[in-house]
């Protein structure tokens, strides 16, 4: 099984293909089989890596470094170990990733993709929603992501996607949790002046739990910066629409 262990932390990842470097990141609770579609296709004629970040999927589950710069760090990390300078594509929290690692280590990255993100919340309503989402975690656990996850999706989204992110949601580790407790006051927008590294935000139209406003603003804030906005997709284009991401992404990387 192919592992790397970097800061005391065993992940998972796989790399196939050759061709110029991608390095794809999942959101939330989920893992690199999130891409699966999408892999045939690209790994043509590019070398594609998916990794199962800290807490996440096969991965280890510590109970420290559950925060953006500790998530950087391992990424950072896993990049110079493999020897590849990849276009960086992030999905969700995983494009807050994209996003951090673009600023703090801009000679890793070749491009940033922030897939229905980069995950600010642009009203005070948004963070109590957050929060309350963290106190029903663990009040019920299995309730609260069963009732979550189906608003992550739009029209073309299968029942069975939706069920197998559920289960991937809930197999995940608990400590990945503190993600949310930071994302409630993350704000890019001051720093992406000075992002050194070109960035695009990819983002579904149907998306209700962030927004494409989000990405419109950010790429304002952010010299050179591209959106393309995927029709009838929610949350998570790149699994409601493979074809209509993968054509997206090949623009770009």
Not at 33 to 40: E, K
Not at 59 to 75: M, Q, T, W
Not at 125 to 132: A, F, K, L
Request: negative net charge.
């Amino acid at each position: 099984m192919p592992y790397t262990t970097v800061n005391d932390t065993r992940l998972y990842y796989e790399d196939a293909g050759t061709g110029p470097a991608l390095l794809l990141l999942h959101g939330w609770g989920a893992s690199g089989r999130v891409w699966q579609a999408c892999l045939p296709d690209l790994v043509r004629d590019h070398r594609v890596i998916t990794l199962d970040w800290r807490g996440c999927g096969r991965s280890d589950r510590p109970l420290e470094g559950n925060s953006i710069a500790g998530v950087v760090k391992d990424l950072a990390a896993v990049i110079e170990t493999l020897e590849v300078a990849p276009t960086v594509v992030g999905s969700s929290i995983g494009g807050v990733f994209a996003t951090e690692l673009a600023l703090a280590r801009p000679e890793l990255v070749h491009h940033a993709v922030a897939v229905d993100s980069p995950g600010y919340w642009p009203s005070t309503g948004m963070r109590e929603t957050v929060r309350d989402l963290l106190t029903k975690l663990v009040d019920d656990r299995f309730g609260t992501v069963s009732g979550w996850v189906p608003g992550w999706f739009g029209p073309k989204a299968s029942p069975a996607l939706v069920d197998w992110t559920i289960r991937q949601l809930l197999d995940s580790g608990v400590y990945i949790d503190a993600h949310f407790t930071e994302i409630t006051t993350y704000d890019p927008r001051p720093r992406l002046k000075d992002l050194k590294v070109p960035i695009t935000y990819l983002h579904g139209e149907l998306d209700t739990q962030i927004p494409v406003e989000v990405s419109r603003e950010c790429a304002a804030e952010t010299p050179g910066a591209r959106v393309r906005i995927i029709e009838g997709c929610g949350h998570i284009p790149h699994q409601e629409d493979p074809r209509a991401f993968t054509a997206a992404l090949r623009e770009i990387a």
